[in-house]
């Protein structure tokens, strides 16, 4: 923020020495966009504090049913986004073109770990799928059914991102309009990958992801995000294991075979068809929440690319 301040003060003072007169004026938009600028930290703030009082410590928090909760931080983060433009009467049709491509490529990358996310969930869908057939055969073959009865193993997975992050604006003065802009995207990148890091890792039973993400970004910026992220961080590095539901799963599905082989397992067997039952409405409902904000991206993704190509003709 004090960067942000001697930035945007270098470029009012650079305005006012070509026209004295202005300077009343450049000062007083100055302090507005300074103003803007604190209202849209305000506004994430007050939606990161939300989910840190939803947030209980332990295994819970490493829970599907948490990163739907999780997950609505994307349409906060973009109203206060939205609301921040208007704010500096800053649109898109009047953005620079280096600010555009810095929208476009994190946009992209958002795309891409949505796109991960979703093989995560597939591949976990399949998982339980098999798991529900092999629990049909209990009955009629129990043989057939404990050779089908596997703990769900997670999908693995390389790099998850391919977005460098380090911006390199060089020594191209900005406007005022445009560094409140640019400091408001990097605070977007950074809780936009925090949160697909999260839930990447979640879903793969895996830290890298998370790790991954907490590298190209820094969390510190946020006094809110680095309180919720001195949690999750414990979490992953102490657990390294699959979501909550899934490790549920997983232990029902061990105890159900120790029933079988001493001739037993009713009671087991109807807990794995429960749990199996959650965790089918757990992946539909964060499938769901992906797929809106994948359409959202795209959709903000393309009416950006839209005007650009026109100002090009």
């Known amino acids: 923020?004090?960067?942000?301040?001697?930035?945007?003060?270098?470029?009012?003072?650079?305005?006012?020495?070509?026209?004295?007169?202005?300077?009343?004026?450049?000062?007083?938009?100055?302090?507005?966009?300074?103003?803007?600028?604190?209202?849209?930290?305000?506004?994430?703030?007050?939606?990161?504090?939300?989910?840190?009082?939803?947030?209980?410590?332990?295994?819970?928090?490493?829970?599907?049913?948490?990163?739907?909760?999780?997950?609505?931080?994307?349409?906060?983060?973009?109203?206060?986004?939205?609301?921040?433009?208007?704010?500096?009467?800053?649109p898109m049709s009047n953005w620079d073109v280096d600010f555009m491509e810095e929208y476009l490529n994190y946009s992209l990358s958002l795309l891409e770990l949505l796109n991960s996310i979703t093989a995560s969930v597939s591949h976990l869908g399949h998982a339980r799928f098999s798991l529900s057939h092999a629990l049909s055969l209990v009955e009629s073959s129990s043989s057939s059914a404990m050779d089908h009865l596997k703990a769900i193993q997670p999908l693995g997975g390389g790099k998850v991102c391919k977005e460098d992050n380090k911006r390199n604006v060089g020594e191209k003065a900005l406007s005022g309009k445009e560094e409140v802009s640019r400091q408001a995207l990097m605070e977007m990148k950074i809780i936009g990958f925090w949160v697909c890091g999260i839930v990447l890792s979640g879903l793969r039973g895996d830290a890298q992801p998370y790790l991954e993400m907490r590298n190209l970004t820094d969390s510190s910026a946020n006094s809110s995000l680095k309180g919720l992220d001195s949690g999750v961080h414990e979490v992953i590095m102490e657990r390294r294991s699959l979501t909550k539901e899934v490790k549920e799963v997983n232990d029902t599905v061990a105890c159900l075979l120790n029933a079988m082989v001493v001739g037993k397992g009713n009671d087991e067997a109807e807990e794995l068809k429960r749990r199996l039952e959650e965790l089918e409405k757990m992946l539909d409902s964060l499938q769901k929440e992906v797929d809106h904000l994948f359409s959202k991206v795209l959709a903000g993704r393309n009416e950006l690319i839209d005007i650009l190509r026109r100002r090009k003709h």
């Open 1 to 90: 923020m004090v960067l942000l301040v001697e930035r945007i003060g270098k470029s009012f003072r650079f305005h006012s020495k070509l026209d004295h007169h202005h300077h009343h004026h450049h000062h007083h938009e100055s302090e507005a966009l300074l103003g803007s600028l604190k209202a849209f930290h305000s506004d994430v703030s007050t939606c990161l504090n939300q989910l840190l009082l939803n947030s209980s410590p332990g295994s819970d928090t490493f829970s599907l049913s948490w990163f739907l909760g999780v997950f609505e931080i994307f349409p906060a983060i973009t109203t206060a986004f939205a609301k921040l433009v208007v704010r500096i009467d800053y």
